[in-house]
T-cell receptor
């Protein structure tokens, strides 16, 4: 597709369950980011993949959060043992190498009951 | 470290009136600055960006912003708003290719 896509658009889960959120980047974009948007914390950087380099995980809030990017394309953000404070919109963004602009997907709204 | 302050959390404005959204940043190094807009239940869309060169930057939908290095500001303006400009607006600074966002400004345009 022409833009960044994310799935699912909405996810409701029970506290303690694991969830996986998916991001499909714009074709050819080598950099991929995950951000979290929540009422209390605003927009926060989580993790950044650039090509084959080791990811920048400096924004991950706890070891329950992890992400991978297979083949330099699709990325999955995994949250283990979800907590109510994990409820937020998770946004994926991608960027073409050598440029400065990030393009955002529509987000996944996660609700932890 | 970089931080971004958006001075107004909510801005109500009448249709066809001008609007200014204020953004200040702190950084010890040169920065790239961005404004994004988020319409209800959508992702972020780039309005405009400042990388270098002219300090007056024009973006989409009639928006423009002015980079002021001495005041560390990057205020967003539109001379005449439409109902469709109702949205949340985020100022962001980029360092090491990562974005740090302000808290956002909600613009509500009324007829």
């Amino acid at each position: 597709g022409a833009g960044v896509s994310q799935s699912p658009s909405n996810k409701v889960t029970e506290k303690g369950k694991d969830v996986e959120l998916r991001c499909d980047p714009i074709s050819g974009h080598t950099a991929l980011y995950w951000y979290r948007q929540s009422l209390g914390q605003g927009l926060e950087f989580l993790i950044y993949f650039q090509g084959n380099s080791a990811p920048d995980k400096s924004g991950l809030p706890s070891d329950r959060f992890s992400a991978e990017r297979t083949g330099g394309s699709v990325s999955t953000l995994t949250i283990q043992r979800t907590q109510q404070e994990d409820s937020a919109v998770y946004l994926c963004a991608t960027r073409q190498g050598g440029t400065d602009t990030q393009y955002f997907g529509p987000g996944t709204r996660l609700t932890v009951l | 470290a970089q931080s971004v302050t958006q001075l107004d959390s909510q801005v109500p404005v009448f249709e066809e009136a001008p609007v200014e959204l204020r953004c200040n940043y702190s950084s010890s190094v040169s920065v790239y600055l961005f404004w994004y807009v988020q319409y209800p239940n959508q992702g972020l869309q780039l309005l405009l960006k400042y990388l270098s060169g002219s300090t007056l930057v024009k973006g989409i939908n009639g928006f423009e912003a002015e980079f002021n290095k001495s005041q560390t500001s990057f205020h967003l303006r539109k001379p005449s708003v439409h109902i469709s400009d109702t949205a949340e607006y985020f100022c962001a600074v980029s360092s090491d290719y990562k974005l740090s966002f302000g808290a956002g400004t909600t613009v509500t345009v009324r007829a």
